[in-house]
């Protein structure tokens, strides 16, 4: 998508004008999934900042003493909206009832593309941080002219600058007149370290009152004033056309304003969602739909894989001393898995007086702003995408089609807003999947146990086809006619899609890492959190517990026997004493232990995790006892923020790795409900979650909200082998899966 530099938005605030420099950032910043880890590395100036300079596109200061901040990134049920608002407060020095964080929104906030990759807090936090440390030297400088003093002779504090002498001057006293329309200058004086006061404490989190109290929290809880209800009729199957359609019965049906139709895209509004929902099931008794083109035998789906053509990269390569020893190879498969948001996904998009508003859990409001733009045919001026948490996301679900089908049906009632809602079953069988994907390794392990050798291979289809273009929105390839999807492209290192995490972290010679991606989607792929980087993570934690079982060495020796990472040993070594790993011993039979690690995309977040768990033997069964993780995020902003996201990841990883796989039929996906895409209930969760955050206050922010779900794979995969003796290299590790093996 290219960058749209023509909005400013004009917000006035008391005594002090700000002309907010809009301008969206590059491509970095438009493929958060595609990008590096921040701009430090290609600019003076950190995060986001690099390519949204000016300072009044991230603080607005009241004449009242108060302060917006703005972030493009989404709160998703992370924490981050918490973590922005903490790093806020602390760089300006006020009190915290007098900051406000806004989050991202078209037409107030700057464009920092989309919330993913864990990057929110290494992007938009650095950013926020130094913004607002640059604002409080201009007050502090403002306030010194004023006093006769050296602005380093003076403190802030609640929103109070102090001179020596007693004198103050508030803010609010200050900002008349201050002029915020200039780009940041690198070096802002960050307070860092022993003299922070919010940055590092368990603020409890912003959202979460609201949720547990049931008051409106989701973009489903919505209701403004004269909302009217939406369906989308889908087809059968994916990727099937309409060949009929006679509307007229249900157009008369009570309570139907509308039946829309676009070539294949089919929608209705109506009064009430019930009789959107009865005049959506009469249409589906009328459409007539061809079948499409059929899809390859789900069984075979790792071996269409392997032979499906490829664009082939070798994304490490390492030479070293003549490799010795046994060379041993183990093959990794992994389903087809889905988001299964517990809330089906939801817009609201209203049109009146030209101007389109559409509310949506996005990831990416200005990407989703550009590709409902070309879908309506609106120029993105006349459109603006204001976010709303949702209730599930973590990827690319079906969050930005329903904004799409929304913002279609709005057009068709001016004037109202219309809520659109997906069904269940079209959660399930059209939201875009994680990629299936396969992995081979092959190791070879001299006598003196010691890895000589490593080769390893990965091959899976697209993991970001998100929107930017109308092709790339579900509504967009049914209209007639239809917009053609992107071409997907890898998503190159460092961050990498499928080979996300496949270069091991450990210190490996002769080491070959090869990324083989398929272009080519049997069914509709993109992200799913931490992309490839679960399946890696399984395949080469799994695969170093296999070699430290063939060297007779304990498997969180073996490991740091080949980590050399200091702040990678310090983690390992922290979740292994916390578990208590030497000292561990077996309740009875069938009950095991497990260790997995990694840095996420080897520059993010360091996470360990133990854990504990047991098998019953006829059924294969799993219960996870205990878990005790450790995790190097660097400057821990929230601490408490950060143990929900690798609790989260935990549970997360837990559900993946026992249950979750989209079944086939003989016409394609047959994922339509919870009986047929079973997820972690309460009775598998682990009886207990233990998080260590390694808090490092002088070393830049980490993300982290995608850091445990593969080292939790990892660990569950190697108990089960140390219960049973049956080492599983297929994911889901489903009951029959094990009870098979243990038969065998």
């Given at each position: 998508?290219?960058?749209?530099?023509s909005?400013?938005l004009?917000?006035?605030?008391?005594?002090?004008?700000?002309?907010?420099?809009?301008?969206?950032?590059?491509?970095?910043?438009?493929?958060?999934?595609?990008?590096?880890?921040?701009?430090?590395?290609?600019?003076?100036?950190?995060?986001s900042?690099?390519?949204?300079?000016?300072?009044?596109?991230?603080?607005?200061?009241?004449?009242?003493?108060?302060?917006?901040?703005?972030?493009?990134?989404?709160?998703?049920?992370?924490?981050?909206?918490?973590?922005?608002w903490?790093?806020?407060?602390?760089?300006?020095?006020?009190?915290?009832?007098?900051?406000?964080?806004?989050?991202a929104?078209?037409?107030?906030?700057?464009?920092?593309?989309?919330?993913?990759?864990?990057?929110s807090?290494?992007?938009?936090?650095?950013?926020?941080?130094?913004?607002?440390?640059e604002?409080?030297?201009?007050?502090?400088?403002?306030?010194?002219?004023?006093?006769?003093?050296?602005?380093?002779?003076?403190n802030?504090?609640?929103?109070?600058?102090?001179?020596?002498?007693?004198r103050?001057?508030a803010?609010?006293?200050?900002?008349?007149?201050?002029?915020?329309?200039?780009?940041?200058?690198?070096?802002a004086?960050?307070?860092?370290?022993?003299?922070?006061?919010?940055?590092?404490?368990?603020?409890?989190?912003?959202?979460?009152?609201?949720?547990l109290?049931?008051?409106?929290?989701?973009?489903?809880?919505?209701?403004?004033?004269?909302?009217?209800?939406?369906?989308?009729?889908?087809?059968?199957?994916?990727?099937?056309r309409?060949?009929d359609?006679?509307?007229?019965?249900?157009e008369?049906?009570?309570?139907?304003?509308?039946?829309?139709r676009?070539?294949?895209?089919?929608?209705?509004?109506?009064?009430?969602?019930?009789?959107?929902?009865?005049?959506?099931?009469?249409?589906?008794?009328?459409?007539?739909?061809?079948?499409?083109?059929p899809?390859?035998?789900?069984?075979?789906?790792h071996?269409?894989?392997?032979?499906?053509?490829?664009?082939?990269?070798?994304?490490?390569e390492?030479?070293?001393?003549?490799?010795?020893?046994?060379?041993?190879?183990?093959?990794?498969?992994?389903?087809?898995?889905?988001?299964?948001?517990?809330?089906?996904?939801?817009?609201?998009a209203?049109?009146?007086?030209?101007?389109l508003?559409?509310?949506?859990?996005?990831?990416?409001?200005f990407?989703?702003r550009?590709?409902?733009?070309e879908?309506?045919?609106?120029?993105p001026e006349?459109?603006?995408?204001?976010h709303a948490?949702?209730?599930?996301?973590?990827?690319h679900?079906?969050?930005?089609?329903?904004?799409?089908?929304?913002?279609?049906?709005a057009?068709?009632?001016?004037g109202?807003?219309?809520?659109?809602?997906?069904?269940?079953e079209?959660?399930?069988?059209?939201?875009?999947?994680?990629?299936?994907?396969?992995?081979?390794?092959?190791?070879r392990?001299?006598?003196?146990?010691?890895?000589?050798?490593?080769c390893?291979?990965?091959?899976?289809?697209?993991?970001?086809?998100?929107?930017?273009?109308?092709?790339?929105?579900?509504a967009?390839r049914?209209?007639?006619?239809?917009?053609e999807?992107?071409t997907?492209?890898?998503?190159?290192?460092?961050?990498?899609?499928?080979?996300?995490?496949?270069?091991?972290?450990?210190?490996?010679?002769?080491?070959?890492?090869?990324?083989?991606?398929?272009?080519?989607?049997?069914?509709?792929v993109s992200?799913?959190?931490?992309?490839?980087?679960?399946?890696?993570?399984?395949?080469?934690?799994?695969?170093?517990d296999?070699l430290?079982?063939?060297?007779?060495?304990?498997?969180?020796?073996?490991?740091?026997?080949?980590?050399?990472?200091?702040r990678?040993r310090?983690?390992?070594?922290?979740?292994?004493?916390?578990?208590?790993?030497?000292?561990?011993?077996?309740?009875?039979?069938?009950?095991?232990?497990?260790?997995?690690?990694?840095?996420?995309?080897?520059?993010a977040?360091?996470?360990?995790?133990?854990?504990?768990?047991?098998?019953?033997?006829?059924?294969?069964?799993?219960?996870?006892?205990?878990?005790?993780?450790?995790?190097?995020s660097?400057e821990?902003?929230?601490?408490?923020?950060?143990?929900n996201?690798?609790?989260?990841?935990?549970?997360q990883a837990?559900?993946?790795?026992?249950?979750?796989?989209?079944a086939?039929?003989?016409?394609?996906?047959?994922?339509?409900?919870?009986?047929?895409?079973?997820?972690?209930?309460?009775?598998?969760v682990?009886?207990?979650?233990?998080?260590?955050?390694?808090?490092?206050?002088?070393?830049?922010?980490l993300?982290?909200?995608?850091?445990?779900?593969?080292p939790?794979?990892?660990?569950i995969?190697?108990?089960?082998?140390?219960?049973?003796?049956?080492?599983?290299?297929?994911?889901?590790?489903r009951p029959?899966?094990?009870?098979?093996?243990?038969?065998?």
């Amino acid at each position: 998508m290219s960058p749209d530099l023509s909005r400013r938005l004009v917000l006035k605030g008391g005594a002090l004008t700000l002309f907010f420099a809009l301008a969206p950032g590059s491509a970095r910043a438009q493929e958060a999934d595609i990008g590096g880890e921040g701009a430090q590395a290609g600019g003076a100036l950190p995060g986001s900042l690099e390519d949204t300079p000016r300072l009044d596109s991230w603080i607005r200061l009241g004449s009242d003493g108060t302060a917006t901040v703005f972030t493009g990134k989404a709160e998703l049920g992370q924490g981050v909206r918490t973590a922005l608002w903490q790093i806020a407060v602390e760089q300006l020095r006020m009190a915290p009832d007098r900051v406000r964080l806004q989050t991202a929104d078209t037409g107030a906030t700057p464009n920092e593309g989309f919330t993913a990759g864990s990057q929110s807090i290494s992007e938009s936090g650095a950013a926020i941080a130094h913004a607002a440390a640059e604002v409080r030297a201009l007050l502090l400088a403002r306030a010194g002219e004023r006093l006769g003093l050296a602005p380093e002779s003076l403190n802030a504090e609640d929103g109070i600058v102090r001179a020596p002498d007693g004198r103050s001057l508030a803010y609010a006293d200050l900002v008349a007149g201050l002029d915020l329309a200039i780009d940041a200058r690198p070096g802002a004086p960050l307070i860092q370290g022993a003299e922070r006061r919010v940055v590092g404490q368990p603020v409890p989190r912003l959202d979460i009152p609201a949720k547990l109290t049931g008051r409106a929290a989701y973009i489903q809880d919505m209701r403004p004033k004269g909302m009217i209800h939406a369906r989308v009729l889908r087809p059968p199957l994916p990727g099937a056309r309409l060949l009929d359609l006679a509307p007229a019965e249900v157009e008369a049906m009570e309570g139907v304003l509308k039946v829309v139709r676009q070539g294949s895209f089919v929608g209705i509004v109506a009064q009430t969602e019930w009789q959107a929902i009865r005049a959506r099931d009469a249409l589906a008794r009328l459409a007539r739909w061809n079948e499409p083109a059929p899809l390859p035998p789900a069984g075979s789906i790792h071996d269409w894989l392997r032979m499906a053509p490829a664009e082939t990269s070798v994304i490490a390569e390492t030479a070293g001393p003549a490799p010795e020893g046994e060379w041993i190879t183990a093959t990794y498969r992994r389903a087809y898995q889905m988001h299964g948001s517990i809330g089906p996904s939801c817009a609201l998009a209203e049109i009146r007086d030209g101007q389109l508003t559409v509310w949506s859990h996005t990831q990416g409001v200005f990407p989703d702003r550009a590709a409902i733009a070309e879908l309506t045919g609106l120029p993105p001026e006349r459109v603006r995408v204001i976010h709303a948490e949702g209730a599930g996301c973590y990827g690319h679900n079906g969050a930005d089609d329903a904004a799409g089908d929304a913002a279609l049906l709005a057009l068709a009632v001016p004037g109202r807003p219309v809520r659109l809602q997906w069904m269940r079953e079209d959660e399930h069988l059209f939201e875009p999947y994680g990629s299936a994907t396969v992995s081979q390794i092959g190791a070879r392990l001299s006598p003196q146990g010691r890895i000589t050798q490593w080769c390893y291979d990965v091959w899976s289809m697209p993991h970001s086809t998100r929107p930017g273009t109308a092709g790339n929105l579900l509504a967009g390839r049914l209209v007639e006619p239809p917009f053609e999807p992107e071409t997907p492209r890898p998503i190159p290192q460092p961050t990498g899609g499928g080979d996300r995490n496949a270069i091991p972290g450990y210190d490996l010679p002769n080491q070959r890492v090869t990324n083989h991606f398929v272009a080519e989607m049997p069914v509709r792929v993109s992200a799913l959190r931490s992309l490839g980087a679960y399946h890696n993570v399984f395949s080469l934690e799994s695969f170093m517990d296999e070699l430290a079982l063939r060297a007779g060495a304990d498997p969180v020796a073996f490991r740091l026997a080949h980590l050399s990472d200091s702040r990678a040993r310090a983690v390992v070594e922290a979740a292994a004493m916390r578990f208590g790993w030497d000292r561990w011993v077996p309740k009875g039979p069938m009950h095991g232990r497990g260790f997995g690690y990694a840095r996420y995309k080897n520059l993010a977040a360091y996470c360990a995790v133990a854990l504990e768990l047991s098998v019953e033997r006829d059924t294969g069964n799993i219960q996870i006892g205990r878990v005790v993780a450790a995790c190097d995020s660097g400057e821990a902003v929230n601490p408490d923020g950060i143990r929900n996201q690798i609790e989260g990841g935990i549970i997360q990883a837990t559900s993946w790795t026992l249950f979750e796989e989209v079944a086939f039929g003989e016409r394609g996906p047959a994922s339509r409900d919870w009986a047929s895409y079973p997820i972690l209930r309460f009775s598998s969760v682990p009886a207990s979650v233990e998080v260590h955050v390694l808090d490092r206050p002088d070393e830049p922010f980490l993300g982290t909200g995608e850091a445990a779900q593969g080292p939790a794979a990892a660990a569950i995969g190697n108990a089960l082998a140390h219960a049973t003796g049956s080492r599983l290299r297929d994911l889901p590790l489903r009951p029959e899966r094990i009870t098979a093996a243990l038969g065998a």
